[in-house]
């Protein structure tokens, strides 16, 4: 029997972009101006995205489920149609996980995490500019990386001090309360952030995507392997 992906469609309320999102693999999420397109766009990332299923060990799984199959289309926001980035919750989002899929989800996040610490460590300190010469560097790149983490983890408790994080004890700290505070709010049956309220799963997937985005930005503007 042929394995599918699920995919689902998050539609920016004015219709200028589509983000396809395959929620059972964390992170792997891309944009464009049609589903159509956007879905395409998922399946051409779907090589680089398998770096992360091997690290979270979870290779053999990625590579039987390659068929994409949409299955829900969901409104974005305003955001959406401006970044070409997931920023609304799918039904798949809001449903409830046990604790052996939860702890799957975190190990695809933490597979992220460790792959964008890679590409962090081996690509050029100067990125590849723009046409117009304009373009951000490896640092600030980190850097912008981190603060947005920063800023998600405050939302489940996580008070991480200002540049901690560009330490690897503070980083290897500030990763295990931001996972150890997703266990505890979904133990306790709360979403993030008391306003937000962001479901845990797309907590977990929004910290996957963008530290993945990053790390392929980073890789996509390598100086040293051109």
């Not at 994409?68 to 799918?90: C, N």
């Not at 980190?142 to 690897?168: N, S």
Request: net charge neutral; aromatic share 8%; hydrophobic share 40%.
């Amino acid at each position: 029997m042929v394995k599918h992906t699920r995919v689902t469609l998050e539609i920016g309320p004015k219709g200028k972009k589509v983000v396809a999102v395959a929620p059972d693999w964390p992170g792997l999420e891309r944009g464009a101006k049609t589903g159509e397109e956007a879905i395409e766009k998922l399946r051409s990332y779907i090589p680089r995205y398998s770096q992360v299923a091997k690290l979270a060990e979870m290779d053999a799984e990625f590579d039987k489920v390659r068929n994409l199959s949409a299955v829900e289309q969901y409104p974005g926001t305003g955001s959406t149609d401006f970044w070409g980035i997931s920023f609304a919750f799918s039904s798949i989002d809001r449903q409830g996980m046990s604790v052996d899929e939860l702890e799957r989800e975190l190990a695809l996040m933490q597979a992220c995490w460790a792959f964008f610490d890679d590409v962090r460590r081996r690509v050029s300190a100067e990125m590849q500019k723009g046409p117009r010469g304009g373009g951000r560097d490896r640092d600030y790149i980190v850097r912008h990386t981190f603060a947005a983490e920063q800023d998600w983890a405050k939302m489940i408790g996580v008070l991480t001090p200002e540049d901690a994080m560009l330490t690897d004890a503070g980083l290897k700290a500030h990763r295990h309360a931001y996972c150890q505070a997703i266990r505890d709010h979904h133990a306790q049956g709360k979403p993030a952030g008391r306003m937000a309220k962001w479901p845990l799963r797309y907590l977990i997937r929004h910290t996957a995507f963008h530290t993945l985005d990053h790390a392929w930005e980073m890789e996509d503007k390598d100086l040293t392997a051109k």
